[in-house]
């Protein structure tokens, strides 16, 4: 993949609907999310027509704290489970990407403030459309041994919200990286609706 990947995402849009490019603007995936769900329900698509699922991304609860996501290819096999680390959580966003009951990697959000005040801006009319320009949330994304493997953050926008998702310097399997990656779009999906 050419890095930096951007996940893209209409704020005004019903129905959550994600688009990952690289850094040429070529589609790389394309979520969407049905809209007026209990449960979170995500399928992840080749093309933004989705006709070719890849992916399915299940809540394993209907109120989201604490909840698991498991994460499966079309098969039904298992890739990883996202898992939000509850009581954790509440003050800076902490989730474990979990392959067979063992930790991989950690996401912790590396400034809450950032995420605070992009919410409270963006509940104030007219002012919440400048809150995407002034408000940046960052997510940093280690392995195991705490080595930071991937950086996620929130670019200036108006209308939309854009995420950068940036390499840094610890090298990852292809399937450890396709895992991060369908693990940064729940991720994505769950924080935007926080802040």
Known sequence: MAYPLKIRFKILAIARQLSVEDASGQLLLYVKQKAFK?????????????TRPLYEINADRVIDFSAS????NLEGA???VLRQQGMRSLW?????IVVAE???FKIREENPWAKMGDAFLGEIPVLGLLSGYLWHPRYLISDAG???VIRIEKQPAFL??????????????????????LSSLMLVL????RG
């Open 38 to 50: 209990l449960k979170e329900k995500v399928t992840v698509y080749a093309d933004r027509e989705q």
């Open 69 to 72: 996501y498991h994460i499966r």
């Open 78 to 80: 298992l890739l990883g």
């Open 92 to 96: 800076r966003a902490r989730f474990e």
């Open 102 to 104: 063992q930790v991989q």
């Open 146 to 148: 705490g080595n930071p």
């Open 160 to 181: 939309e919200g854009i995420f950068e998702f940036d390499r840094l310097g610890t090298p990852l399997s292809a399937d450890d990286e396709r895992l991060v990656l």
């Open 190 to 193: 769950l924080e935007r609706r």
